[in-house]
Nanobody
C-alpha cells in the first residue's frame, strides 16, 4: 500500500527554522508532483509549495524567499526547508504526492500524509 510519512514538525521561536520530510513508500511505480499544504485552525487548507518530477518548484507568495522545497527521487522523498518562520506559519503541514502504483501504473492517484504540526511562537 502506498503511504506518505511526514516528520520534522515541532515548536520553534519566530525567526527560527525547521525542515520537514515526507517519504513515500509501498509499491510505487513512479511519482509525479509532490507538494506541501498547510491548514491552520479555522482556515482552509492551502498549497504552500509544490515541486514537479523534474524539480521545478512553485510557492505560496507569503513563503517565497523563506521556504525551499526539494526532492530526492532516489529516496521517494520531498523536503520543505522553512527559514525565518513567523507565527502565521503555525499550522498542520501535510505532504501530498501524485503517484502511480505498481498495481495500477496507468493511473495517477493523489496521496496524503497524516500531517505534522508546526508551531511558531512569538
Amino acid at each position: 500500500q502506498v503511504q506518505l510519512v511526514e516528520s520534522g514538525g515541532g515548536l520553534v521561536q519566530a525567526g527560527g527554522s525547521l525542515r520537514l520530510s515526507c517519504a513515500a513508500s509501498g509499491g510505487i511505480f513512479s511519482i509525479n508532483a509532490m507538494g506541501w499544504y498547510r491548514q491552520a485552525p479555522g482556515r482552509q487548507r492551502e498549497l504552500v509549495a509544490r515541486i514537479t518530477s523534474g524539480g521545478s518548484p512553485n510557492y505560496l507568495d507569503s513563503v517565497k524567499g523563506r521556504f525551499t522545497i526539494s526532492r530526492d527521487n532516489a529516496k521517494n522523498t520531498t523536503y520543505l526547508q522553512m527559514n525565518s518562520l513567523k507565527p502565521e506559519d503555525t499550522a498542520v503541514y501535510y505532504c501530498s504526492a501524485d503517484i502511480r502504483s505498481r498495481v495500477l501504473p496507468g493511473i495517477s492517484a493523489n496521496y496524503w500524509g497524516q500531517g505534522t504540526q508546526v508551531t511558531v511562537s512569538s
